[in-house]
């Protein structure tokens, strides 16, 4: 049941009704029921067992953390550390989630790896052969979200929930379980429990937050993935300039479906009255690698850096690398050597988190490793040659093409992202260096992507509204500014954006929309 579907807004209306109509104290139990129903109803029901295992999991080892404090005293005095079995407990939690992770999503990545260094010795047929596994709605999300409230629950910066029925609202509250966001129970947990008076503002808005990730994903996602289909399934005869037209389409398509998931997402969880964490800030307008991550799936880069760079930096093993590589370059170049190797680790594992598979390690982690790394050493030669030709460094015209040279240096990765294999990426990547049908494309062969003249007038008109959005985002909310015009202003607006969606969007019967990219991250 995706949440772009009729029988979704159904369900959805009723669980509004329900949340509003019974009593206050009942709301989280409401919001619970309708999670473990949404599960259910979104494939086999019977993989609900894994996110239930978690949710018992994460409850077993913050009861043992919670009893290993209290009786801390007694513990010591029968010769027993209760820091470590505290310590035992968090560890348990984190490779219990971990390996179930592993098992389901990653044991091909690592059969695919041997079997593909086999044929590289003469063996054909592979050592291994994978396994088939149905891979539960939202694991990386739940896991992700529930291993991050444990830590925290350890370290004393998160307060422990003893209500098993409670943790599990938070660890499957279904609007996230599609593409996230990914929580932190010390920043959002508290609220889903708390009541919510039915306030018709946040009702309202949520809505149109709603309506707005309908627009980026049945308007503007749905027509850029006619494109992309059409030239990554025949890259070989769509080469040359089809191929940068098709990569950048993709990464409209990604961008409107991803980002307009979370804007339903955020949406129905705002007619709830809960407020979650924000997981996009206009990303293509980024003026470098690491910016673009600061305002791309900001809580799986938050998430990462809390809870693998740092403790990476810190623990014993890079705290003697660290030692040792500023004994022998000095300070800055051992620092820079030692948070380099750290960075690696964390876009290794960014990497493997959207896929087993080599082309997601590199398109979405190594590669923009490489690209931030080749940065920050580039960075005083390319201050020289800026003050050299007197170029200023902080006009309007550099900051453009700091953002084209962004964006290009993106899409490079999502022809990874995108392609079937790393072979079938560099490919394309080849292939796209031939760029002597520039002619060809402008004189009609575009429209034989998927889209005719009309289809691709109003994807360019439709992506033109959310350049428009995006650049008034820069000065704040764009739903307060509507609010605040005249209740005839407000209302042509939203009815025009919703008969838009409705007259111009891809779903109903005989049309399968396409599934929300992430969710199977």
Known sequence: MGITSFYFIIFYAVVLLLYYLLPKKCQWMVLLAASILYYLLSGNALLIFYPLSAVIVCFIGIRIMAMAKENGQRLREAGKNPEKRRKAALLFVIFSNIAILFFLKYINFGINTVNGIASWFGVESGIFSGFSWLVPLGISYYSLTLIGYVADVYFGTAQPQFNPGKLALYGLFFPTMVSGPILRYRED?????????????????GMQRMLWGFFKTLVISERMALIVDTVY?????????????GTIAFAFQLYTNFSGGMDIALGISQTFDLKLPENFDRPFFSKNISEYWR?????????MKEYVFYPILRSPLFTALSQKTRMKFGKKRGKQITTFTGMFVLWFAVGIWHGGDWKYIIGSGLLHWFYIVSGELLEPWSIWLMDKFHINAKSRGM???RVIRTFFLVNIGFVFFRAASVGDAFKMLRGAL?????????????????????????????LLILLFVSL????GAVREKIAARTLPVRWLIWYTLLFYVILLGYYGPGYSAAEFIYQGF
């Open 189 to 205: 947990g508290g609220q889903f429990f708390a009541t919510h008076p039915f306030d018709f503002k946040q009702v309202a808005q």
């Open 233 to 245: 399934g025949d890259y070989n005869k769509y080469t040359g300039f089809y191929i940068w037209i």
């Open 295 to 303: 305002r791309w799936h900001i809580t799986l880069g938050v998430w």
């Open 399 to 401: 900051d453009l093409l």
């Open 434 to 462: 031939e760029t002597g049908n520039i002619q060809e494309v402008l004189s009609g062969g575009i429209f034989a992507l998927g889209l005719d003249w009309i289809e691709f007038t109003i994807g360019a008109v439709s």
């Open 472 to 475: 008034l985002q820069r000065k």
